[in-house]
């Protein structure tokens, strides 16, 4: 992979006067500059329909990121390498000045024609904005031109599908690079690391000492403001089909031949193919839905969902999905990948707990204690780190076994270095490090899997709600385990 080290680009915001902007974009920037990872000499120019001046877009960019800076020359610095452009996206004549003015900027800031093209739009502007963009000459330069696309990257296969043949005329794939935040969290990155640099794992990562795995991705916010959004996603769209998918194939995939971008995305790929067809007849066996009612929330009385603003008061969405994944390959035979996500759950938390089977006898079967099995648990957020559960004699006679755990706590160490997924994914975008970005095919196969879930469900009106908001979810969720004779392993105070 031959990835630059300080790069050196103009970054072009579509979208710049909206929230993710405003609490992702700019602070992650400011990140970038001010830990010198990017090019002292940079320039952002923010798009959007509001006809603001430069001052007005800089002094938006300064409020976002505050907090963060003691010193209000330093401030002043940041944000004069901002600059507004307002235009409607869809009209195909102002691109041209778009064009002028990142030329003037290559000229300002000695930038060799890096063009950075970050969508924080709605996505039905993505195809429109690739296809004027090439038509008008912004990607032809001498440097490079990349396209950052937000999700939801569509709504469905064949609506993924059109919207990839769109940008596709316009960029090719790998200038393309599709986000999933997840894959710029610390500890999702760590997964390969942990599995692959660790002898101690990786001899016992498959079906012969791993009885199920478990990733839960738990929310204590409702649909808040975004109600409208969410009537046409649910859960389904909104976090299966891309981080908690995501999360699987990185746990289920081979080892790659090399840590390359390629290599990594054939190994994901390949988990993909692998999965286990449902058909929407077995959907019922393998998928629960829920959508949470009225409930207390952190000791505050909140309303259901079909209170919520946006929201039909008959809604079918659900705001819980619990799923098992079986993978059909050599490896992962026989073990099932249980998820889970949901809104307006106890805790905010993702952790992945990866359970081993118990030994072939138990010689500490008299003590009630003694049957705890091994557990590896990933805590993603907000913990970062690596537990391991074992089993240990307690102190004093006897043979009394105990479970112990061995921590290890990575934002304790590092609190203020790690770096936030937004911030991780820019610079890796910068760098023209595509390997935390979702490839066409992983996304494809990923809609193509849910795709049938979503079909069972539309056609099949749910007995909502099911969860009482500040809950744990539905307790079809809690038996779809039984009746393998698992459980869920509780995400916060596992074991003590
Ligand atoms: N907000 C978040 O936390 C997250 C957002 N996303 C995704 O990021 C994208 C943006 O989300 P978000 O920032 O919340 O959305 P907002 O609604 O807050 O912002 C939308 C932006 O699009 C601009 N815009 C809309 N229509 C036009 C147009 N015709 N021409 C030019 N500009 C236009 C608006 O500018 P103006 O109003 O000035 O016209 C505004 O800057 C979406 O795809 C969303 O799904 C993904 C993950 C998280
Ligand atoms: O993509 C999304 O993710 C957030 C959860 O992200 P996290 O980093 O806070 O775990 C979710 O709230 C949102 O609905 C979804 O669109």
């Known amino acids: ?28 920037i400011y990140r970038l500059h001010r830990s010198k990872k990017i090019d002292s000499d940079f320039a952002v120019v923010g798009v959007g329909r509001r006809p603001w001046t430069n001052e007005e877009f800089r002094s938006n960019v300064s409020d976002s990121i505050q907090s963060s800076i003691k010193q209000s020359s330093e401030l002043d610095e ?8 307002p235009f409607d996206v869809t009209n195909p004549s102002s691109y041209l000045e778009l064009k002028g003015m990142l030329s003037e900027l290559d000229g300002k800031y000695g930038i060799p024609g890096n063009r950075m093209f970050y969508m924080a739009m709605a996505p039905e502007f993505f195809g429109t904005i690739a296809r004027n963009l090439k038509s008008e000459g912004l990607t032809a330069t001498e440097g490079w031109s990349r396209l950052v696309i937000e999700k939801p990257f569509g709504h469905d296969l064949p609506s993924a599908q059109e919207l990839n043949d769109e940008i596709r005329e316009a960029f090719s794939e790998d200038q393309i690079y599709r986000i999933d935040h997840y894959l710029g969290k610390q500890m999702v990155q760590n997964i390969e690391v942990i599995r692959f640099s660790n002898a101690l794992f990786e001899s016992v990562w498959n079906n012969r000492y791993i009885s199920n795995i478990q990733v839960t991705s738990s929310e204590v916010l409702g649909v808040e403001d975004r109600g409208r959004y969410y009537e046409n996603s649910g859960a389904l769209r909104d976090m299966v089909q891309n981080h908690l998918m995501q999360m699987v194939a990185l746990l289920a995939m081979e080892p790659p031949i090399k840590l390359e ?42 309303p259901g969902y079909r209170e919520e603003s946006n929201v039909d008061p008959e809604s079918n969405t659900e705001t819980y999905v619990a799923g098992k994944l079986m993978i059909d390959n050599f490896r992962w035979a026989g073990v099932p990948f249980y998820i889970r996500t949901g809104k307006r759950m106890t805790a905010k938390s993702t952790k992945i707990v990866v359970q081993f089977k118990d030994l072939p006898m138990n010689l500490y079967s008299n003590d009630v204690d003694s049957k705890h099995p091994n ?34 706590c990575s934002n304790c160490v590092d609190q203020f270095n790690t770096p936030e997924a937004y911030e991780k994914l820019i ?3 910068l760098r023209g490090d595509a390997t935390n970005f979702t490839h066409w095919d992983e996304v494809s196969l990923s809609w193509s899997y849910v795709d049938t879930i979503s079909k069972a469900w539309e056609t099949h009106k749910a007995e909502f709600p099911n969860y009482a908001a500040g809950s744990m979810g539905p307790k079809a969720a809690d038996e779809l385990l039984e009746k393998d004779g698992f459980h869920w392993w509780p995400i916060t105070d596992m074991v003590d």
């Open 427 to 429: 610079y890796d975008g």
């Open 261 to 302: 971008t390629d290599e990594i995305r054939s190994e994901k790929v390949k988990v993909m193919r692998a999965l286990r067809p449902l058909t929407e007849k077995d959907v019922p066996d393998y998928f629960v839905r829920g959508q949470y009612g009225k409930g207390e929330s952190e000791d505050v009385s909140v």
């Open 1 to 28: 992979m031959n990835t630059e080290h300080k790069p050196k680009a103009v970054i072009v915001i579509f979208g710049a006067t909206g929230d993710l902007a405003k609490r992702k974009l700019f602070p992650s």
């Open 78 to 85: 940041f944000a004069s390498h901002f600059y507004y452009h």
């Open 375 to 408: 557990l590896l648990v990933i805590h993603i957020q907000p913990d970062e780190g690596i537990t391991l559960h074992l089993n240990a004699k307690e102190a004093g006679g006897g043979s009394y076994v105990k479970p112990i755990k061995l921590d290890y």
